[in-house]
């Protein structure tokens, strides 16, 4: 194992069956003008993320720019938000390597770190290889390695691999993997899911807020939003509007921030989310080379639909 800075974590709290639904924040890792890990930038943001309620966080995932981090600074960036986690909250953990040994590896060094719950890509490298069979078999032999539960992670724009749903739904029977955060976006495949794995004590999140509510009427418990680093409480006033089965009030939220999302996510991605994270009020920093910063054209459009979202106001003419 690496010989990675001690962090304590606690006996978990969760002895019983540990229900995800809620609204989670992939919190992004602000940096330095030299790159460096700003964790003090990171603190502060924690300590704003915490006045909304959240259900945790999600820590080195895909805007957490995680493959672009030591493994030592992926472990020390969970230890940092686990400092400032507020008792109740959950603490998920991207954990996913390319190989399945190291994934197992990191998976420790992000328990003992004090996560919760890893999160786990398929690996996509060798791409061809990848079949039904041996994305199933990896996240079995993570999970039964792993001392917490294993959550599924499907994110096709970035690894070019959809998890079969064939594979979610063996997935589901195993005793410690609890979901599946979906980031494809594809509806019916996110209802199928859902469909063929209840009662199996597992849970299905959102990937985006651009399809949350939809995500929800289908049976999702909750979102994991990159548009909830910078707009977390309309983000979780979403849910508690579904939830209170005001659903015209959710839709139109839904709809009032689908520009906004997009523009954070699939238009610009982790650059256009850290700026807009400075908009509003949160460190956002650089990111880390090989991401370029946007150019004007896309600073002032990425502007715009902050505006029309109602996120930021209308600039004085």
Same mark, same amino acid.
């Given at each position: 194992?690496?010989?990675?800075?001690?962090?304590?974590?606690?006996?978990?709290? +969760?002895?019983?069956?540990?229900?995800?639904?809620? %609204?989670?924040?992939?919190?992004? *890792?602000?940096?330095?003008?030299?790159?460096?890990?700003?964790?003090?930038?990171?603190?502060?943001?924690?300590?704003?993320?915490?006045?909304?309620?959240?259900?945790?966080?999600?820590?080195?995932?895909?805007?957490?720019?995680?493959? =672009?981090?030591?493994?030592?600074? !992926?472990?020390?960036?969970?230890?940092?938000?686990?400092?400032?986690? &507020?008792?109740?909250?959950?603490?998920?953990?991207?954990?996913?390597?390319?190989?399945?040994?190291?994934?197992?590896?990191?998976?420790?060094?992000?328990?003992?770190?004090?996560?919760?719950?890893?999160?786990?890509? &398929? &690996? =996509?490298?060798?791409?061809?290889?990848?079949?039904?069979?041996?994305?199933?078999?990896? +996240?079995?032999?993570?999970?039964?390695?792993?001392?917490?539960?294993? /959550?599924?992670?499907?994110?096709?724009?970035? *690894?070019? /691999?959809? #998890?079969?749903?064939?594979?979610? %739904?063996?997935?589901?029977?195993?005793?410690?993997?609890?979901?599946?955060?979906?980031?494809?976006?594809?509806?019916?495949?996110?209802?199928?899911? #859902?469909?063929?794995?209840?009662?199996?004590? +597992?849970?299905?999140?959102?990937?985006?807020?651009?399809?949350?509510?939809?995500?929800?009427?289908?049976?999702?418990?909750?979102? %994991?939003?990159?548009?909830?680093?910078? $707009?977390?409480?309309?983000?979780?006033?979403?849910?508690?509007?579904?939830?209170?089965?005001?659903?015209?009030?959710? !839709?139109?939220? =839904?709809?009032?921030?689908?520009?906004?999302?997009?523009?954070?996510?699939?238009?610009?991605?982790?650059?256009?989310?850290?700026? $807009?994270?400075?908009?509003?009020?949160?460190?956002?920093?650089?990111?880390? $080379?090989?991401?370029?910063? /946007? *150019?004007?054209?896309?600073?002032?459009?990425?502007? !715009?639909?902050?505006?029309?979202?109602?996120?930021?106001?209308?600039?004085?003419?």
């Amino acid at each position: 194992m690496l010989a990675l800075g001690s962090c304590e974590h606690a006996d978990s709290e +969760f002895a019983m069956p540990l229900s995800l639904a809620g %609204v989670y924040p992939p919190v992004a *890792t602000p940096f330095k003008d030299n790159e460096d890990v700003d964790y003090e930038h990171l603190h502060q943001n924690m300590l704003k993320w915490n006045q909304i309620p959240f259900r945790g966080y999600v820590v080195q995932g895909s805007n957490g720019e995680y493959c =672009s981090l030591s493994a030592e600074e !992926r472990v020390e960036v969970v230890c940092a938000v686990k400092r400032d986690l &507020p008792a109740g909250k959950i603490l998920i953990a991207g954990s996913s390597c390319e190989g399945t040994r190291q994934t197992i590896e990191m998976t420790a060094n992000m328990v003992n770190a004090g996560a919760d719950v890893v999160l786990v890509l &398929p &690996p =996509s490298y060798f791409k061809s290889s990848m079949t039904a069979a041996a994305m199933q078999k990896h +996240f079995v032999a993570v999970a039964d390695a792993s001392p917490v539960p294993v /959550l599924l992670y499907n994110m096709p724009a970035n *690894t070019g /691999l959809d #998890i079969p749903v064939e594979v979610c %739904v063996s997935c589901a029977g195993h005793p410690n993997i609890i979901g599946l955060k979906d980031s494809g976006g594809d509806i019916t495949r996110i209802a199928s899911i #859902i469909s063929q794995t209840r009662g199996k004590g +597992f849970e299905v999140l959102a990937g985006s807020a651009g399809f949350m509510y939809p995500g929800l009427c289908c049976g999702a418990v909750g979102g %994991v939003c990159a548009l909830a680093n910078m $707009a977390g409480a309309e983000c979780c006033e979403m849910v508690e509007l579904f939830n209170a089965g005001k659903h015209a009030e959710a !839709r139109g939220l =839904s709809e009032r921030l689908i520009g906004a999302n997009a523009a954070v996510t699939r238009k610009f991605g982790v650059p256009a989310l850290k700026l $807009a994270m400075e908009w509003r009020g949160y460190h956002g920093g650089r990111t880390r $080379a090989p991401l370029l910063s /946007l *150019t004007d054209a896309q600073v002032n459009e990425l502007r !715009r639909d902050m505006e029309n979202s109602g996120l930021l106001p209308h600039a004085k003419l």
